[in-house]
């Protein structure tokens, strides 16, 4: 384990030493002080101590059957262990267990066990415990720390906090980290509630209550911290010291195309910003398949047109960025776009638009920017996105994962929000969701789209490896559709996935077996399926994303999201959103409800924020609920 400095330091969440690792919340609490003999007396949905007598119990395997005897040579390796369990006022109740040892439970048989578990009244039905565990009464009220995957264990967090709590003064230090954080003594004073006096009720609570009511302290100290930083990174309203209308006008007009109605109101929006002030702030959310790309470009174009300064647009690859690239310079040739990659060279004096990837961060220091667009700005970090602008640089993060509202408010405080929701052109996008005994219906469907003359993608989420897999896809599927598929995955060279990426936009090739790769800026007017396989593997948003790269030019499509199993109660009402939503802010607003804010909150979700407190693990509630706790 180390020294003992080591063991309660946790660099992962930025916390270094005793007072900093005291500024972990707990997710909840669970009352150990007693355990209920009557399971209705417990709170429901939320875990508790229960107590009853062992009854029996048996051994289960993964299908839930029956394995042998318990005393039998291989019932250790049982996969679960139900146990049928007497308690005051449900007789022979089965409760079922993970990881236990059956032949530690088989000597528990007649005897009374405590259990901590999760009591869940049924819609049609008595009430059943769920996530039980063996436990014991301890006399307290017991904090409970979650971890981040892949990162730390809540284990290694509670562990840490006690180790912490032992420290003499170790309090007293982590409230100093409190004290003179304005936002925080703001709300400390609202609740009439000491720094030293919260930090022992997060982790020492007395009472159930004093422990939820700390929480709910902590997480609004956390809101008003996020609020706060986003008044104050507000930029000084200056004027601007130039009109874009006149060359805005004349590059709309100069389009080959009509621009939607929703185009045009926040084309008008960005220009009213602009014109307003030097430095403007604007969230640009274009639903997949608006148009967003080509707002952005015509407000960069007016900026770069009018002040004669150089703007910029930044993406998350290579593949979207040749992309925005091509478009730009067939659009606006006097402003010479440069394209700026790895390996890219020197940008020339006259180009007064620059396209380009995690390169042009490199070049910050020698650019000087009027204004620069943040394209998919989820999948930038703060720091990154904040590089390349000084105080004057007009912003406009753009993003096709649409953000709610109240989200964009709370965490953009004093930026613009501008929204696309309609797309130019009509069409209708069937979605279902699909197990592996539908896949000869999947095969019928892709036949009837290429006859129609349209292109169909099976997407994957793996290159290599067991299970569905691009290359072992493409094999297959060239069986199915000989000479008529193209593989394109991460691992490939460039010029093999862009010769892919051709064969398939030109016919030559109308299915493509694909990564992630066409999640983003893959832009095939006539794709009339798409098939993800793993479905339960992607977020939401990202579903949402790979379904607008159907039916660009309109008309109707089909987007098929594939399961290898039945999926969790969460996940198939995820799916089933995803079917029921086809606007993307709609979807957005039910997958918040669902989860939370989730992956738009990452930072604050891993401890690694700005924010003091680690690990608020916010709700929609926490922002968008009156003031008070």
């Known amino acids: 384990m ?3 400095a080591d063991f309660f330091a946790l660099p992962c969440l930025g916390c270094r030493n005793a007072a900093e690792a005291l500024l972990c919340l707990p997710k909840t609490y669970i009352d150990k002080t007693r355990a209920h003999e009557r399971i209705h007396r417990a709170p429901a949905e939320r875990a508790a101590l229960f107590q009853g007598k062992l009854v029996r119990c048996r051994g289960l395997n993964a299908d839930g059957q029956a394995t042998r005897s318990p005393f039998a040579r291989f019932a250790r390796f049982a996969h679960s262990v139900e146990l049928t369990v007497d308690f005051a006022d449900a007789s022979a109740m089965r409760v079922r267990l993970f990881g236990a040892r059956i032949e530690e439970l088989a000597a528990l048989v007649d005897q009374t066990i405590v259990l901590q578990a999760c009591a869940r009244p049924l ?10 565990t063996l436990a014991a009464v301890t006399g307290c009220i017991e904090p409970q720390y979650v971890g981040v995957p892949g990162g730390i264990s809540g284990q290694k967090i509670r562990c840490a906090v006690h180790a912490a709590l032992g420290i003499e003064g170790s309090l007293d230090q982590a409230a100093l980290l409190l004290q003179g954080n304005a936002p925080i003594e703001s709300v400390l004073h609202e609740h009439g509630i000491t720094a030293r006096a919260l930090l022992q009720d997060l982790h020492r609570p007395a009472t159930l209550r004093a422990g939820d009511t700390a929480l709910a302290i902590a997480r609004a100290c956390v809101v008003r ?3 706060s930083a986003a008044v104050a990174s507000r930029v000084v309203a200056a004027p601007c010291p130039y009109d874009i209308d006149q060359h805005l006008i004349a590059l709309v007009a100069a389009q080959k195309e009509t621009l939607s109605q929703d185009q045009r109101r926040a084309l008008n929006a960005i220009r009213l910003q602009v014109n307003d002030r030097r430095g403007a702030r604007i ?3 274009g639903d997949v398949g608006t148009g967003k790309t080509l707002v952005f470009l015509l407000a960069l174009a007016a900026i770069a047109s009018t002040s004669g300064k150089r703007v910029a647009v930044v993406v ?12 730009a310079q067939a659009r606006f040739p006097q402003l010479q776009p440069c394209l700026v990659m790895a390996g890219s060279g020197d940008v020339p004096d006259d180009s007064l638009m620059l396209i380009g990837t995690q390169a042009l961060f490199h070049r910050a220091e020698h650019l000087e920017l009027e204004a620069l667009v943040v394209d998919e700005q989820h999948k930038f970090s703060v720091a990154q996105r904040t590089v390349l602008a000084r105080g004057h640089t007009h912003v406009i993060e753009a993003s096709a994962t649409p953000i709610p509202r109240s989200l964009a408010l709370a965490i953009f405080d004093g930026w613009m929000q501008v929204r696309i929701v309609n797309c130019p052109v009509q069409k209708t996008i069937v979605s279902r969701i699909a197990m592996p005994e539908s896949r000869r219906k999947v095969v019928a469907l892709a036949h009837a789209h290429l006859q129609r003359g349209h292109k169909v993608v099976f997407l994957y989420p793996k290159v290599d490896g067991q299970g569905a897999t691009v290359r072992a896809a493409g094999e297959r599927l060239d069986k199915h559709f000989q000479g008529k598929v193209a593989v394109v995955h991460g691992q490939m060279g460039r010029d093999a996935k862009e010769s892919a990426l051709k064969a398939f936009a030109s016919g030559e090739r109308p299915i493509i077996a694909a990564s992630t790769a066409v999640e983003v800026g893959v832009d095939v007017p006539d794709i009339g399926l798409m098939v993800v396989s793993g479905a339960d593997r992607f977020a ?11 039916a660009r030019n309109g008309g109707k499509a089909h987007f098929v999201m594939m399961l290898d199993k039945k999926p969790s109660k969460l996940t198939e009402l995820r799916l089933r959103a995803v079917c029921q939503h086809a606007d993307g802010f709609s979807l957005a607003e039910r997958d918040m409800e669902l989860r939370g804010f989730g992956d738009v909150l990452g930072d604050l979700q891993s401890g690694q924020s700005s924010a003091t407190f680690k690990l608020p693990r916010l709700q929609v509630a926490d922002f968008t609920k009156p003031a008070g706790v």
Do not use: Y
């Not at 819609?123 to 039980?132: D, I």
């Not at 998350?316 to 925005?324: E, N, T, Y």
């Not at 939401?540 to 159907?550: I, S």
């Open 316 to 327: 998350p690859s290579d593949l979207v960025a040749r992309q925005i690239h091509a478009q």
């Open 225 to 227: 911290e996020i609020r």
């Open 123 to 132: 819609a049609n039905g008595p009430t059943s415990l769920h996530g039980a």
């Open 540 to 550: 939401v948003a990202q579903l949402h994303q790979l379904r607008g790269r159907l």
């Open 283 to 285: 969230l640009l959310n």
């Open 2 to 4: 180390g020294d003992r």
